[in-house]
């Protein structure tokens, strides 16, 4: 057998999650978010405390705009072999955003 043999499935790949820059900015894709009347819901591989306050850039699927929010995570659950789902509820959002998370998340999408 051979030890040369390429990772074709991608198994070695960093996974696939939210992203956290340098501001402390939480960076979501709407693939990978569950959009909530008052918050949102994720999966994320590294665990996030619970009542830490982040900033959350969300991406509208429909036109490519960012939302931008302050929100806090309320419930961080599972473990480190199956990742943790994270729920934030979010603060302070505008009047326009606020409309427009729920319209997502009353649609399809939610």
């Not at 043999?5 to 693939?31: C, Q, W, Y």
């Not at 729920?87 to 319209?103: K, P, Q």
């Amino acid at each position: 057998m051979s030890a040369s043999k390429m990772d074709t499935a991608n198994l070695f790949d960093a996974p696939r999650g939210p992203v956290i820059d340098a501001n402390h900015t939480l960076h979501l894709s709407p693939e990978n978010t569950l959009i909530r009347h008052n918050g949102i819901e994720f999966r994320s591989e590294t665990e996030i405390s619970q009542w830490t306050e982040m900033n959350a850039a969300l991406h509208d699927p429909e036109d490519g705009k960012e939302i931008a929010a302050t929100g806090v995570v309320v419930s961080c659950k599972g473990d480190r072999h199956q990742g943790y789902k994270v729920s934030m509820v979010l603060m302070n959002l505008s009047a326009a955003h606020r409309a427009r998370l729920s319209l997502l998340a009353y649609s399809n999408l939610a």
